[in-house]
Nanobody, 127 residues
Framework: QVQLVESGGGLVQAGGSLKLSCAAS????????MGWFRRAPGKGREFVAA????????YYAGSVEGRFTISRDNAKNTVYLQMNSLKPGDTALYYC????????????????????WGQGTQVTVSS
């Protein structure tokens, strides 16, 4: 069983940066593949980034690659999402998720591969 709590969201101007955190409970955290998703008004759930259980493999949506960086610190049971060069289109509710590490990383763009979800943290980017 894993519980996830996101933090770090807020209001930022276009071009600015923000770092999100996802704190996880449970001693088996390090065995999970972790992902970040987002949902904006009028849009469906969108994949943002995923990271392997060891942190050695990452995968990004084309819309954020080069601007966002996903990382994890298993000793702290925490996953991060560093967001740079933010755009108004990045405005959304961001939430993290944990899934069993049994597939290649690119498959984790599918929300159906995750077992646990956080409640989300709001990111608003002004123009």
């Amino acid at each position: 069983q894993v519980q996830l709590v996101e933090s770090g969201g807020g209001l930022v101007q276009a071009g600015g940066s923000l770092k999100l955190s996802c704190a996880a409970s449970g001693r088996t955290f390090s065995t999970y593949t972790m992902g970040w998703f987002r949902r904006a008004p009028g849009k469906g759930r969108e994949f943002v980034a995923a990271i392997s259980w060891s942190g050695g493999i990452t995968y990004y949506a084309g819309s954020v690659e080069g601007r966002f960086t996903i990382s994890r610190d298993n000793a702290k049971n925490t996953v991060y999402l560093q967001m740079n060069s933010l755009k108004p289109g990045d405005t959304a509710l961001y939430y993290c998720a944990a899934g069993d590490s049994r597939y290649s990383i690119r498959y984790y763009e599918s929300s159906r591969l995750y077992n646990y979800w956080g409640q989300g943290t709001q990111v608003t980017v002004s123009s």
